[in-house]
């Protein structure tokens, strides 16, 4: 015991303990992660990097689907073209929606859960990005299979993928195929949307539950007392 006293009191282990303690402090780091507006702000950021990437592939896509249009006839190209400008148009509104919304991640209140809410905004709002995607290439899916006629298939660029889901419809019959691809769009958008919300009020639920349940045992316990 002697010993480790005088060790404990020697000056120089003094110093190299407190050069330790100094540069090896942990303290800050465990307040930053368990900050929750730290966490909020480190997920928004990386949330908003994601859907600068996503906007860029859309943007790829984009431009590598250009050289479709020499597989179709005129009117077939025009109707193409107005697919094109309208998925430029789309992919915009889509990456701005995503960096948006994540960038409002930081304006979350400070609650308890921090991850939960998070998800829950990340659920409804990839809802709601495909849902407005969807809508605003319905009509453009429409007229670029009026428009192009027979000479549309598989191949046909990013247009080509709706043609799997029409195929009920007589491949004669060019106008219903056009019907059915708007009506598709919507139905499928709206019933992505309705999912997405049903997701995120049914995590939102069972975190009210849980916060329900954490507040009754506090004042059960207050009461044994």
């Avoid at 709002?125 to 809508?135: D, K, N, Q, R, Y």
């Avoid at 009920?168 to 056009?178: C, D, K, S, T």
């Amino acid at each position: 015991m002697e010993l480790w006293e005088k060790i404990k009191n020697n000056e120089i282990v003094g110093k190299i303990v407190a050069f330790f303690n100094k540069y090896t402090n942990v303290k800050p780091v465990v307040e930053v992660l368990q900050s929750a507006k730290s966490i909020q702000k480190a997920i928004s950021i990386i949330l908003r990097i994601f859907s600068i990437i996503f906007g860029i592939a859309l943007f790829i896509v984009w431009i590598v689907s250009w050289r479709y249009i020499n597989q179709f006839k005129f009117f077939g190209g025009v109707g193409y073209l107005i697919w094109q400008l309208a998925f430029l148009y789309a992919g915009i509104m889509v990456t701005k929606i995503l960096y948006q919304r994540f960038a409002g991640i930081v304006d979350l209140p400070e609650s308890e859960y921090v991850i939960t809410p998070i998800i829950a905004l990340m659920t409804v709002t990839f809802g709601e990005v495909f849902f407005i995607f969807l809508a605003i290439m319905s009509a453009p899916a429409m007229l670029d299979i009026w428009l192009a006629g027979s000479s549309l298939s598989f191949g046909s660029g990013t247009v080509g993928l709706v043609l799997p889901f029409l195929a009920f419809v007589n491949p004669g019959n060019i106008f219903l195929a056009g019907i059915g691809a708007l009506i598709m769009f919507w139905v499928i958008g709206f019933l992505v949307l309705i999912l997405s919300r049903l997701l995120t009020e049914t995590v939102l639920a069972l975190v009210s539950i849980a916060n329900d349940a954490s507040i009754l045992r506090v004042q059960f316990a207050e009461k044994k007392k």
